[in-house]
C-alpha cells in the first residue's frame, strides 16, 4: 500500500493527531504513564470497555477522570460499595403523585461515558446489571429497554490486591473488557515530577476537553477501515485458538476475543499513522486483551505461572505470517 497518500490516508492522520492531543491533554495529570493513556484511547476507538487495575494510589482513578475530562461527552461516576443496588445503576420507575403517572429516573448508566470505581467492590447481583450494558449498549429496567448514549464506555477500575470486602469480577463480565490496562509504579524522576506538579493545585481542574462527541464517533468509523489482511487474521485466530488447547489453560478466549484483538489491532495501527494492521500491532496487544480473559488451571498457578507468561509462550510458538499487505 505504498505510493502517493490517498484522503482516506490522510483521515488516518487525523486519528494519529487526536491521540498526540489525547495523549498530551492527559499526561498534564497522570506523569510518565503514556502506554496507559494510550491504551484508554485505543479503547475509546474501538467503543470497547476498559478495566484499569492496579494497587491502590498509582492513579487508577484520576486516569479515567482525565480521560473523560479530555471529552465533550456526559460522563457519570459510580461508585461501588456492598450496598449498592442494581436500580442505583440503571435507574427505576417511580410514582409521580403530581402526574399519578410511572416516570423513568435514568440511573448513571445512561451516559456516555462511565466510571466505575472498584468494582470488585459491587455486589454480584450489582455486577451482572452491567453486562447487558456493557455488550448490547441497552439497560432494561421493570420490562422496559432504553438504549445507552453513542458513543458508550466504561471505565472500571480495581485492586486486584485487597481481598477483604471484594467480590471477584466472573469470567462472563471480564470478557466483556476490550483492554486490561495496568499503571505501575512512577519511576524516580516521575515520582518526583508528581510531586512538583500537584504541590500547589491539583492540574486535574484545569483539563479542558479537546475532542467532541461527533468528531469520536467519526474516528471511530474510520478505525473499523483500517486494512487486515487475511493471514493476519488467521493470525489473530491461530492465537485465540491456542489458549483453548493449552496444558495450562481451564478456560481459553473466546470469539469475543479475537474480534476485540482485531479491533484493538486496527486502532494501534491508526495511532502508528498506518492504513494496515501489521503482526506486530497484534503481539503489541496480545496480553492487554487475552491476559484478564484466560482461566489457568489450578496446578499452573502453583507452579508460580500467570496468565501473562501463558501468553508469551503462546506468542512465542504461534508462527507469524511473513508477507505484508498486497
Partial sequence: MGGTKTGFDEKINRITEAAEGFTENVGRVIVGKKEAIRSVFIG???????????????????????AARSLGCTFK???????????????????????????FRPGPILANFVLVDEINRAMPRTQSCLLECMQEQQVTVDWHTFLLPRPFLILATQNPIELEGTFPLPEAQLDRFLLRVKLGYPAAEEEEGILTRFQETNPLDSLSAILEMGELLELQSLSRRIFVEPSVRGYITSLTRATRNHADIRLGASPRSSLGLHSAAQAFAALQGRNFVIPDDVKSLA??????????????????KNEEEVLREILDRTPVPLEGPA
Fill in 44 to 66: 475509546l476507538l474501538c467503543g470497547g470497555h476498559l478495566l484499569i487495575e492496579d494497587v491502590p494510589g498509582v492513579g487508577k482513578t484520576l486516569l479515567a477522570k482525565a
Fill in 77 to 103: 461516576r459510580i461508585q461501588c460499595t456492598p450496598d449498592l443496588l442494581p436500580a442505583d445503576v440503571t435507574g427505576l420507575h417511580y410514582f409521580n403523585q403530581k402526574s399519578s403517572e410511572f416516570e
Fill in 287 to 304: 496480553i492487554p486483551v487475552l491476559a484478564h480473559r484466560l482461566l489457568l488451571k489450578a496446578e499452573t498457578r502453583m507452579r508460580g
